[in-house]
């Protein structure tokens, strides 16, 4: 018991930093299309700043795919959830937990697997070493505009993840009565804090 709750605690830990991160995110994305639409009025088009609201969105949309998860306001079929019973309802949310846990470990281990730490380390963080013998150039693409390593905007995998695993683990403990149950969608909707 002592486990899942923490489990929880850590859960709500990375519920409140992904909101703070989904609003810079969100943010930047305005600033950055507002900024180009303002000097495109003048001709100027700012392909960095293209570059930067995509990859705002996109950091974005990692982000609150986890949150929506741990909030319960990802998209369900509501048919089978009014039509079915209580029963059916319950083991529909078990079963969805249990596939996202799942989903997020195997997604874990295979970002383990892509950025490969252990054979970087294997060749003294040498970047070209290590290429030539995963022939994984993972840290040295770069985004086109600004040549910006794409690495840091890659780890929002591993972000995503390991944030998925404990927001569905969680829901999962919930689901089952391991602890109970709390209505969250409220705490993430806005005016609410």
Avoid: Q
Wanted: proline content about 3%; some cysteine; hydrophobic content about 60%.
């Amino acid at each position: 018991m002592l486990l899942i709750r923490a489990l929880r605690r850590l859960s709500d830990i990375l519920s409140r930093i992904e909101r703070g991160m989904l609003i810079v995110l969100t943010a930047a994305v305005a600033i950055f299309v507002l900024m180009n639409v303002t000097f495109r009025l003048f001709n100027v088009t700012l392909a960095w700043a293209d570059e930067l609201a995509i990859l705002s969105m996109t950091l974005g949309g990692f982000v609150g795919a986890s949150l929506m998860l741990r909030a319960r306001t990802d998209p369900a079929v509501l048919l089978l959830h009014e039509t079915g019973g209580k029963a059916l309802v319950k083991g529909l949310r078990i079963a969805i937990s249990l596939i996202a846990s799942l989903f997020g470990l195997v997604l874990l281990w295979l970002c383990w697997r892509w950025f490969n730490l252990p054979a970087l380390a294997a060749v003294g963080f040498n970047i070209g070493d290590f290429e030539m013998t995963t022939f994984n150039f993972l840290y040295t693409e770069r985004t086109p505009v600004l040549a910006l390593p794409y690495f840091w905007f890659f780890l929002i995998m591993p972000w995503f993840s390991l944030t998925l695993s404990v927001h569905a683990l969680t829901n999962l403990a919930e689901d089952i009565g391991l602890i109970e149950a709390r209505p969250l969608a409220h705490e993430y909707t806005a005016g609410e804090g």
